[in-house]
């Protein structure tokens, strides 16, 4: 009997070394707020029209990413032990390219598009049970996005492609927490898929209308403090 109680001792000891002391005096908190700093590359999911077939302007299209960056505000709220709600309101400043190449008629081939979005994601996080002052999580959600820049944007694009300012998508990631004595440092990698088509279709706009639909696409790594 003695020797069971120890045991049960010895492994009740064992798992409490498992929670680091940054870990357990943010334990407690229902609520974490904080920033959020992101590079990201993004491009355009491309669906070709049926006037793309035959036509002997424009023979391939494709989108060709390009560098930004993301900033943004963390609201959390811990549902129990392993899940939070997060809302990330965020501006995001995006660049894109679309490429065109065909005959010798076809003149400025690249279409650039710069973006500044205002971005509000609605995700869930799963997180696992602590190690010491480390936890790894899996993170998916929606995200809606204004540009904020369309209005000029659309005035250079006038005569080549217009897009919808208004974007909706998908998100997926993983990371993990780090507990710091005064924060949580969280780095983390995320794809977006946009589910929108954001491409406003204009049949007198040769570079329009051989295209059917587009969808945005972002790869991201974020660093992330809260606390």
Known sequence: MLCANTALSSLFAQGLTNYGNNYRDFASKAY??????????????????????GNEV???????????FTVGVITNMKV???????VIPSFAFI??????????????????????????????RYKSKPYKDVKLYLVGGLKYGYDISSKS?????????????????????????????????????KFTQGIGNVMIYRNELPKSNVLEKIFSRMFTISFHFEG
């Open 153 to 189: 944007r659309t005035k250079r694009l006038t005569d080549e492609i217009r897009l919808s300012p208004h974007d909706f998508s998908v998100e997926a990631g993983a990371g993990f927490q780090i507990f710091l004595p005064y924060v949580i440092f969280s780095p983390e990698i």
């Open 32 to 53: 974490y707020f904080g920033l959020s700093f992101g590079i990201n590359n993004s491009n355009y999911q491309i669906d070709r029209g049926r006037r793309f077939i």
């Open 58 to 68: 424009i023979k391939t299209v494709e989108s060709i990413g390009g560098p930004g």
């Open 80 to 86: 129990g032990d392993y899940f939070d709600l997060r």
């Open 95 to 124: 660049e894109r390219n679309i490429r065109y190449s065909g005959s010798a008629l076809l003149t400025n081939d690249t279409t650039s598009i710069e973006s500044s979005f205002f971005e509000i994601p609605f995700q869930i």
